[in-house]
């Protein structure tokens, strides 16, 4: 059964088991799930053996860890993810998430194929509203919490649609972006196309999506894609150095500034911009 490994700054590991739900549940438990939540101690039942929540001091690490198939975004993985990130969002010690992943060379390749193919028509139909609602405005976006994507290698996709949804991205030169759904008569089904043009212009997104073309971190970060290109293998010291500072700030301010900037762009300006007294 897949264990979600909560550490702490103690040399404890607590591990606590479930059995395994449905494929796309609609909720996750909350008053009758085990959550426990002691300044950096989250005890919270697992998903997924795809997802490693490690909660220590903020910032708080989530690594992706499905080796032998590079990430790919399976039901186990999504369910891992979607949990992690509810379980970090009722914690009121988490000020900064980092996403990464344990597999070397890539973030995440996106969707798993090989998983949807299995599927029926209206399986798939639900795996793809399940993903772009755990990357989207009630999940990774809307997080208190502030997100950073740490991009070593592959991050396509799928993979790249979570790595849009985060606050910030840094990747290392040796990453490769790309959205290449296009080639498989298919489009970006994760949010993609609503978050790509915001970060990086409607016509440089257009291209990217029409073309499918893969990028390396140099250009991305020349467009806007990622907030920092650092040389390969430095991605991770880098993101640290990012959330070390955030965490030096005012927690509140932060939070209130991060939901009007969202807010504001998804509204009219002055929506936005009235969060600023709030």
């Given amino acids: 059964m897949a264990v979600l490994t909560a550490l702490t700054r103690s040399r404890g590991q607590h591990c606590l088991k479930r059995s395994k739900p449905s494929i796309f549940p609609q909720n996750f438990p909350s008053h009758n799930s085990r959550f426990q939540t002691l300044g950096t101690l989250i005890l919270e039942p697992s998903l997924s053996e795809s997802v490693n ?22 039901n186990d993985m999504l ?20 996403i990464s992943s344990s597999v070397p060379k890539v973030l995440c390749v996106g969707a798993d194929l090989k998983e949807r193919k299995k599927m029926t028509a209206s399986e798939v139909h639900s795996y793809v509203n399940y993903l772009r609602s755990t990357f989207s ?40 972006l790309g959205l290449p759904e296009t080639g498989l008569a298919i489009i970006p089904g994760a949010g993609g196309t609503q978050r790509l043009p915001r970060l990086i212009g409607k016509s440089r997104a257009k291209e990217l999506i029409f073309t499918g ?27 640290l150095e990012i959330a070390r500072e955030i965490n030096q700030k005012g927690p509140i301010a932060i939070r209130i500034a ?17 969060r600023r007294v709030l």
């Fill in 137 to 176: 405005l009630n999940r990774v976006q809307e997080l208190q919490v502030h997100t950073i994507a740490v991009i070593e290698g592959a991050a396509l996709g799928g993979g790249l649609e979570m790595a849009v949804s985060c606050d910030l991205r840094i990747c290392g030169e040796d990453a490769l």
């Fill in 213 to 239: 073309r893969r990028i390396g971190g140099r250009d991305a970060m020349t467009m806007g894609l990622v907030n920092y290109c650092v040389p390969a293998g430095e991605a991770h010291p880098k993101a």
């Fill in 258 to 274: 991060k939901r009007a900037i969202t807010e504001g762009l998804e509204r009219v300006f002055g929506f936005g911009y009235r």
């Fill in 53 to 74: 929540l490690t909660v220590s001091p903020t910032p708080i690490p989530v690594n992706l860890d499905r080796p032998e198939a590079k990430n790919a975004i399976g």
């Fill in 79 to 98: 369910r891992g993810l979607r949990h992690a990130f509810e379980a970090i969002d009722r914690d009121s010690s988490a000020h900064v998430v980092m």
